[in-house]
């Protein structure tokens, strides 16, 4: 027994689209926000201070925050944040929370050591 309703009309896509165009309307203001940041250059460091920071983060562990020499669009990229664990002629190892970065020593205009934030410092 195959019972089927007649009077019922498939809306396809129809039924959908309040979830692609709230889906849409998400990425848009994502996107806004990400066009309308501006990383203000920090203050030029000289390769000693920058080598001195490094090797004190290195040595204790701590996160490094680094800005990068290069801008790109006319503006910096935003600064990287992670933790040394390695250096070798002029690149330095730093391993981020997803990803290990190799950089060009040369490259970094400002080196800062940073107090890890816990998880739960987050939320304040």
């Not at 690149?91 to 970094?108: D, F, W």
């Amino acid at each position: 027994m195959n019972r089927v309703d007649k009077n019922y009309h498939d809306r396809k896509m129809a039924k959908w689209q309040g979830f692609v165009l709230s889906d849409h309307a998400e990425l848009m203001q994502k996107s806004t926000k990400i066009k309308t940041k501006l990383n203000l250059p920090k203050e030029k460091q000289t390769p000693e201070i920058i080598s001195e920071t490094i090797f004190q983060a290195f040595l204790t562990k701590k996160q490094l925050l680094i800005q990068m020499e290069f801008l790109l669009n006319g503006l910096y990229e935003d600064d990287l944040m992670g933790i040394v664990v390695g250096q070798e002629e002029n690149n330095l190892y730093l391993q981020t929370h997803s990803e290990l970065i190799v950089i060009e020593s040369a490259l970094i205009r400002y080196a800062e050591i940073c107090e890890s934030r816990k998880w739960w410092d987050s939320h304040s």
